[in-house]
């Protein structure tokens, strides 16, 4: 996971304003699963503005923050209209259509792991992104 990634999910994260705590804390479950300390995800917190460089992200990190979007955004039970808008936007750049989205969306649950119905999902769009 890259400063791209975490800054992608970062910003949905403060989509409505907060970075709730259920947020915050699945944000830091992926950065230290991908080898990143508090105080990596504490400066990418920080950053304002920061350009994120799509070119840079392989498919597999492309599909990996798509996951993660679409994780992130229902982690709180609230689904806000910007967030939304905004995993579509962010799944458009990364190289995803609309159906990527949606095929996530009703396989990623709260506290639920369907790792082998993800990887279909990512099977179904290897090299699409």
């Not at 080898?35 to 392989?58: K, M, P, R, T, Y």
């Not at 259509?97 to 119905?117: G, I, R, T």
Request: proline share 1%.
């Amino acid at each position: 996971m890259d400063k791209n990634q975490l800054t992608i999910l970062i910003n949905l994260a403060g989509m409505d304003g907060e970075v709730d705590e259920s947020e915050r804390r699945l944000i830091m479950r992926i950065a230290h699963a991908h080898g990143l300390s508090e105080e990596d995800v504490a400066q990418i917190f920080e950053l304002e503005n920061h350009v994120i460089d799509f070119d840079e992200l392989s498919d597999d990190q492309r599909f990996d923050t798509l996951h993660h979007l679409v994780q992130l955004m229902k982690v709180d039970g609230k689904i806000f209209d910007e967030e939304i808008s905004y995993c579509m936007a962010m799944a458009k750049k990364l190289g995803y259509p609309l159906e990527a989205v949606m095929d996530l969306y009703s396989q990623v649950h709260a506290n639920v792991k369907l790792k082998s119905e993800i990887q279909k999902i990512k099977k179904k769009y290897h090299g699409k992104g």
